[in-house]
């Protein structure tokens, strides 16, 4: 079977058959991960290698935290401006879809939210032109979704920013190097190209922590968390140990350079499936930021929807429905989606526009 679902998303096959050899007796402790104590040599150990580990894969440099949390990446759409801003402040954001939309919203409630772009217009199929873009004069730092999972819509650049650059970068994370150095903080939820769902990642410089607004909840101080080094309280601890396995197969499978290849070459054949169909099928995105990560798609006509799905699920093609508020298909190829789940999607899809068209 191959899973093209959006998130939770599949994993690696390599780690998820390390994580059954280990589940019982992590490395002879007798004990599997989800039973050991989070202050223990086995899971400091743990803990310790996976930040180790992403640091060597992302490059992250030195003045930067890497914080493993809890409550997915809607924590971080309020966590971030109660800890970069006080009443009145004004706070820039791009609105490129669903995700950035609800990241305003939650700004909204703490912040003066300046929308310095927006690609509304066009049913967010489009990147605005960065030039265009009305900055704020005094913004506490502008926001960004790299990746546009529902909608399908990739930033092929990083934004010039003076003020802090922060992203979520949920469904494009890992995909491809990175110049951490860029952003002031990154956010991730885990469940797409880092492991299970349950865990978010921060990567936060440092020159940002400590200024939380006072009545903020500790655990909703990045503070705590960076004071701590993730173990203020119980952490997903489970999720952390398999996300510590993706970053060992990341590094053993040629670290990003090798992924960013890989996934160029994955989105090529999807893409080039759609643009040769002869108009069977459509892409709402075009142009450079289609995302190499989540593919949205319409066949000619909506009735074939039903028995497209049909086929592909005979064909052991799995979770292709597209979000609802876009319709049509979706497949969503991340790290873990190797090369043949691809190539067996195009080929059904060719069969199918074959059959019907
Ligand atoms: N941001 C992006 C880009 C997403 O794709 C998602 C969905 O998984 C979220 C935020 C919300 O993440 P979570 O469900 O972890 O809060």
Redesign the pocket.
Same mark, same amino acid.
């Given at each position: 079977t191959y899973n093209f679902s959006? $998130?939770p998303a599949v994993l690696p096959r390599d780690v998820l058959l390390q994580v059954q050899q280990e589940l019982t007796d992590w490395h002879g402790s007798g004990m599997s991960v989800m039973e050991m104590s989070h202050r223990g040599p086995e899971f400091t150990q743990i803990i310790t290698e996976a930040e180790a580990d992403l640091r060597a894969v992302l490059a992250i440099p030195a003045n930067y935290k890497v914080l493993f949390l809890q409550? $997915? +990446?809607?924590? !971080?759409?309020g966590m971030i401006p109660l800890n970069l801003t006080q009443p009145g402040d004004t706070v820039d954001y791009v609105n490129t879809g669903s995700?950035s939309k @609800? +990241?305003i919203k939650e700004a909204q409630r703490y912040a003066n939210v300046n929308i310095v772009a927006s690609s509304e217009d066009r049913n967010f199929s489009y990147v605005p032109d960065e030039a265009g873009w009305q900055r704020s004069a005094n913004a506490k730092y502008l926001h960004y979704?790299s990746?546009? @999972?529902?909608g399908g819509v990739e930033f092929p650049f990083i934004p010039q920013s003076d003020v802090p650059l922060i992203c979520?970068?949920?469904?494009n994370i890992l995909s491809q190097p990175l110049d951490v150095s860029r952003y002031g903080l990154i956010y991730a $939820? +885990? !469940?797409?190209n880092i492991g299970p769902?349950g865990m @978010?990642i921060a990567i936060i410089r440092e020159d940002l922590i400590g200024h939380a607004r006072a009545e903020v909840p500790t655990m909703l101080n990045y503070k705590t968390h960076a004071d701590a080094s993730s173990l203020y309280n119980t952490p997903p601890s489970f999720a952390i140990y398999v996300a510590g396995l993706v970053f060992k197969w990341l590094q053993k499978n040629g670290g990003l350079d090798a992924m960013a290849r890989h996934n160029a070459t994955k989105a090529a054949l999807v893409y080039d499936a759609i643009d040769g169909s002869g108009g069977f099928y459509r892409a709402p995105v075009s142009g450079a930021c289609r995302s190499r990560m989540n593919v949205p798609f319409w066949l000619k006509d909506a009735a074939l929807d039903a028995e497209f799905l049909q086929g592909a699920e005979a064909a052991g093609l799995v979770q292709l429905k597209g979000h609802r508020s876009v319709g049509g298909m979706r497949a969503s190829i991340y790290n873990a989606m190797p090369l043949e789940g691809v190539q067996a999607l195009v080929a059904y899809m060719a069969d199918f526009a074959r059959r019907h068209g």
């Open positions: 959006s $998130g409550g $997915g +990446a809607h924590f !971080q759409f995700w @609800t +990241a979704c990746n546009e @999972t529902i979520d970068m949920s469904s $939820g +885990a !469940q797409k769902s @978010t």
